[in-house]
């Protein structure tokens, strides 16, 4: 059973930059599409990103077009997200998720296993 782990969140000021990254384990990430959700606290957990098995195939969030960038290193079994940028909206727990199936996007906002999160938080 494949397991994800967040790392990278934190505190920082608006205009800034963070890289999450998310090591799996228990399967080889080539295996999986992977994505970026995020959740703010009495909102819906809503799509960041999503990248193909890959890396060839990606799907951005029109709020985080131009500012975030989704990577992956599958020989260290780690996808990343380069976050630029950042506002205050972008403040919320971000969680990572792989799909055996599909490449998480916009129009399928969906994933078979998710991470534990981990926050970030953009004061103005």
């Known amino acids: 059973q494949v397991q994800l782990v967040e790392s990278g969140g934190g505190l920082v000021q608006a205009g800034g930059s963070l890289r999450l990254s998310c090591a799996v384990s228990?399967?080889?990430?080539?295996?999986?599409?992977m994505g970026w959700f995020r959740q703010d606290p009495g909102k819906e957990r809503e799509f960041v990103v999503g990248?193909?098995?890959?890396?060839?195939?990606?799907y951005y969030a029109d709020s985080v077009k131009g500012r975030f960038t989704i990577s992956r290193d599958n020989a260290k079994n780690t996808v990343f997200l380069q976050m630029d940028s950042l506002k205050p909206e972008d403040t919320a727990v971000y969680y990572c998720a792989a799909d055996q199936t599909r490449v998480p996007s916009v129009s399928r906002p969906f994933a078979q296993t998710w991470g534990q999160g981990t926050q970030v938080t953009v004061s103005s």
């Open positions: 990248i193909g098995w890959s890396g060839g195939t990606t």
């Open positions: 228990g399967r080889t990430a080539s295996s999986y599409a």
